[in-house]
């Protein structure tokens, strides 16, 4: 005959303890803040970098508007004028030098004078805060500056 087992009474349940579903928790909320860190800095630099390739695009329309037209937009016309014919524009091509208004990464128009300061033209992005100044992505970014 065969020797029967008993099972000794007691707790038997399988499962995690409270401190292993503690140190799970706690490595998925250092794994969640490493990946929210990495993607935040890549969206401010490519909101820079976007910004930065719209400026360009921007310079370059109101070039070929100077060639058209021998001057640049005045301070009033604005990039406006590279958008809707102004009254005294020369020559100004079907559907304009730009399809919409130039706004940067962060939805904000662009700042135009003209004359510039340093130019015939300032052109610039006062960067995600929106105001004069900043750090970071909060920094104004100028076509000078490219």
Do not use: C, H
């Not at 005294?88 to 559907?95: D, F, L, V, Y």
Request: charged fraction near 20%.
């Amino acid at each position: 005959m065969k020797a029967m087992r008993i099972k000794p009474a007691g707790n038997n349940q399988g499962g995690f303890t409270l401190i292993e579903v503690m140190i799970v928790v706690a490595i998925l909320g250092v794994l969640a803040t490493l990946v929210v860190v990495n993607i935040g800095g890549s969206q401010d630099t490519a909101n820079i970098n976007a910004t930065k390739s719209n400026l360009q695009a921007v310079s370059q329309a109101l070039d070929l508007y100077k060639l058209d037209n021998y001057r640049y937009p005045s301070t009033d016309q604005g990039l406006q004028a590279l958008v809707e014919r102004p009254d005294n524009a020369r020559n100004w091509p079907e559907g304009g030098y730009l399809r919409k208004m130039p706004t940067d990464a962060w939805d904000n128009e662009f700042v135009y004078m003209s004359p510039g300061t340093d130019g015939p033209y300032d052109l610039y992005s006062l960067g995600a805060d929106a105001a004069e100044g900043g750090e970071g992505p909060a920094a104004d970014i100028s076509i000078d500056d490219l």
